[in-house]
């Protein structure tokens, strides 16, 4: 399995390379050079695998066979607070919750997260290499990096978030992890621009080969990669491949659902998917009119979504040019430049033929939390919440297929949304009870190139010294 850029221009590599490099030279992210597609026999013959054994299968289909994938997942979900990993919670008479938030840090992007940490450390000891992972976080991924890169001996780990606008476990699940190893960065504005540093970061070709520099966050595609077998694993236990299913996903940076439609290209009969928004809602806009046009990042209940630029979308984009690089990166290039992408109509028709955009404010999505809590006395996070007000809104008109929705974090995470919508504040777990307790250690810095990566040398330099 070889992996091109979306962009055209940079040398094609394997598995290992990619995962080490996260983003392309040419400023472009990795996609596999051929989709590998699985019969429906295939598909069956998966049924009923413990979790970590249905991860490994799918992921050595995607280049990662050299790496002992079988012993790396039974260790990244081993210490999961569920058996079955993932489980479907049924909310309704066809929607179901695929619960996504029992890692240690609470959130789905524990599941690839917790995996690749240890894919890090085979690859780096086998190349007797360090590198120095930096990423952006709106709220969760951040702290499942963090979890997942502390302490370990090759890698230095730098974290920008955006200063006040996430919720307080969030922000204390990052600064309270003191490994020597780990720096938390509040940079004074949005999520948008805590993105953008660290793509200026991998564009300074200098900066970037000097820090070895390398990513966790989605535009990694082992971090996609590693996303798949989760929705393998509920088409699987609601009947697929014999039987369609929906998918309605809450998403901001459209990595999460990205990974959904990459099963239905690997052969799942996934019908179409749904795309949850909060009021920073790019991708409904782009999805009703052709409207992929950034506009200022408002704060909502679901911070992980307040974003005004979806760097994965690049991925589908290509698709949707024909895998076009010249043309993804002219696209890409004008979108930053005029703040307007100009998708191609048919290219739009296309998008819109499998899925929909569905926005919700922060009054809805209060009233949805209560909703699910007063009629089957499940307790959402905000961002299910929007996930599952999504799914009942714009479910297949046939009656007959379910509708998996992304359960996408614990509603101890945002404790003050769901105690106003239900009366009720959800504890953290055991392991967590302290979290309030513990000490915190961030800087607050300036959005500005010069003085976040000297910040990110001054980390790297120590710990290699």
């Known amino acids: 399995m070889r992996y091109i850029s979306t962009r055209g221009q940079a040398a094609p590599r394997d598995f290992e390379a990619v995962l080490l490099a996260g983003l392309a030279e040419d400023g472009g992210l990795f996609v596999p050079e051929t989709w590998p597609v699985l019969s429906a026999a295939e598909w069956r013959a998966m049924r009923g695998l413990p979790y970590p054994a249905l991860a490994a299968r799918i992921l050595a289909l995607f280049g990662a066979g050299e790496m002992p994938l079988r012993a790396m997942c039974d260790e990244a979900y081993g210490g999961f607070g569920h058996p079955a990993v993932v489980p479907l919670v049924q909310l309704d008479h066809r929607c179901f919750a695929l619960e996504l938030f029992h890692g240690p840090t609470l959130a789905f992007k524990d599941m690839a997260l917790q995996l690749l940490g240890r894919m890090f450390d085979h690859v780096l000891d086998k190349r007797g290499e360090r590198v120095t992972i930096v ?11 963090i979890e997942a890169c502390r302490d370990r001996s090759a890698i230095d780990i730098v974290i920008l978030h955006p200063e006040g606008r996430t919720s307080e476990v969030q922000r204390r699940q990052m600064t309270s992890v003191l490994a020597p190893n780990v720096r938390n960065i509040a940079v004074k504005g949005d999520f948008d621009a805590c993105q953008d540093l660290v793509k200026a970061m991998f564009n300074d070709a200098p900066f970037r080969t000097e820090m070895r520099l390398s990513a966790v966050n989605s535009i990694n595609w082992a971090r996609i990669a590693a996303q798949v077998p989760y929705y393998a694993a509920a088409a699987l236990a609601l009947g697929a491949p014999d039987r369609e299913v929906a998918v309605s996903v809450p998403t901001g940076n459209f990595g999460n659902v990205l990974a959904a439609w990459v099963a239905r290209r690997m052969g799942l009969p996934i019908s179409h998917f749904i795309i949850g928004s909060n009021r920073n ?3 409904a806009r782009f999805l009703a009119s052709n409207d992929m046009s950034a506009q200022p990042v408002e704060p909502s209940l679901s911070p992980s979504m307040d974003i005004q630029v979806s760097s994965n979308f690049e991925r589908l984009l290509f698709e949707l040019l024909g895998r076009d690089g010249a043309a993804t990166a002219d696209t890409m290039t004008r979108f930053r430049a005029e703040g307007r992408m100009p998708v191609p109509d048919a290219a739009w028709r296309e ?15 209060l009233s949805e939390i209560r909703h699910l809590w007063t009629t089957g006395q499940y307790l959402a996070d905000p961002h299910t919440a929007v996930g599952t007000a999504a799914a009942r809104a714009l479910a297949p008109e046939d009656a007959a297929i379910p509708v998996i929705v992304a359960a996408t974090a614990h509603p101890a995470k945002f404790p003050d949304a769901v105690e106003r919508a239900t009366g009720i504040r ?27 990566e000297a910040a990110v040398r001054a980390h790297a330099r120590r710990n290699a010294a």
């Open 351 to 365: 998008a819109t033929a499998l899925f929909r955009g569905f926005t919700l404010d922060d009054a809805g999505t």
């Open 426 to 452: 959800p504890p953290l777990p055991a392991r967590l009870a302290d979290l309030y307790q513990r000490e915190e250690r961030f800087d607050v810095l300036p959005g500005d190139l010069g003085t976040i």
């Open 135 to 145: 990423g952006a976080t709106s709220g969760d991924t951040g702290s499942a990096a």
């Open 281 to 283: 809602d790019i991708l």
